[in-house]
T-cell receptor
Framework: DQQVKQNSPSLSVQEGRISILNCDYT??????FLWYKKYPAEGPTFLIS?????DKNEDGRFTVFLNKSAKHLSLHIVPSQPGDSAVYFC?????????????FGKGTHLIIQP | ETGVTQTPRHLVMGMTNKKSLKCEQH?????MYWYKQSAKKPLELMFV???????ENNSVPSRFSPECPNSSHLFLHLHTLQPEDSALYLC????????????????FGEGSRLTVL
């Protein structure tokens, strides 16, 4: 049973608009959440994270929102740019992760259209 | 010099072959990981080494055998694989979580694309 779910395999957004990627989790022990971005033929790269003690974290065009009661987080990208086209993975961990590893979702393929 | 380097980038092997994947990290981390990425599946954690000791196996078949000779190097030895083992194998590193300041962020290599015929 998947503990981290990304229910949208793909998302198409027009350049300049807001991209919203969603992620749900089932394990209430998760207390740290991360988003990774992956281009074809490359490894995933860290994008942004949030601790469970917060409900929002912002870094430039990227904002992650956490709703603990709903066990839901989302990544907002605004404005969306062509270089944002990639697969985005949501990940979660217990107690700050590190040597416990991360639990990943299946990913959402974001396509930014000109 | 990239932080986490994996070789080879591509590998094709028969079911009776023995091969190894190599990973090297230059970030001063003390935890290293092997993940498997199959089509339309989440990244699956295979092995974790923290301070050079294996801390998780995750019920991976014995035809996959990890080796971590030091904190900078990680190997995945492959033996008598099956076609369903074809996937992208990703190595990652991080600070072990018990150290102060560990954020849980993993740094990934570019992956080794394995095809088993």
């Amino acid at each position: 049973d998947q503990q981290v779910k990304q229910n949208s395999p793909s998302l198409s957004v027009q350049e300049g608009r807001i991209s919203i990627l969603n992620c749900d989790y089932t394990n209430s022990m998760f207390d740290y959440f991360l988003w990774y971005k992956k281009y074809p033929a490359e490894g995933p790269t860290f994008l942004i994270s949030i601790s469970s003690i917060k409900d929002k974290n912002e870094d430039g065009r990227f904002t992650v929102f956490l709703n603990k009661s709903a066990k839901h987080l989302s990544l907002h990208i605004v404005p969306s740019q062509p270089g944002d086209s990639a697969v985005y993975f949501c990940a979660a961990s217990v107690s700050g992760g590190g040597a416990d590893g991360l639990t990943f979702g299946k990913g959402t393929h974001l396509i930014i259209q000109p | 010099e990239t932080g986490v380097t994996q070789t080879p980038r591509h590998l094709v092997m028969g079911m009776t072959n023995k091969k190894s994947l190599k990973c090297e990290q230059h970030l001063g981390h003390n935890a290293m990981y092997w993940y498997k990425q199959s089509a339309k599946k989440p990244l699956e954690l295979m092995f974790v080494y923290s301070l050079e000791e294996r801390v998780e196996n995750n019920s991976v078949p014995s035809r996959f055998s990890p080796e971590c000779p030091n904190s900078s190097h990680l190997f995945l030895h492959l033996h008598t694989l099956q076609p369903e083992d074809s996937a992208l194998y990703l190595c990652a590193s991080s600070q072990a979580h018990r150290l102060a300041g560990a954020t849980g962020e993993l740094f990934f290599g570019e992956g080794s694309r394995l095809t088993v015929l």
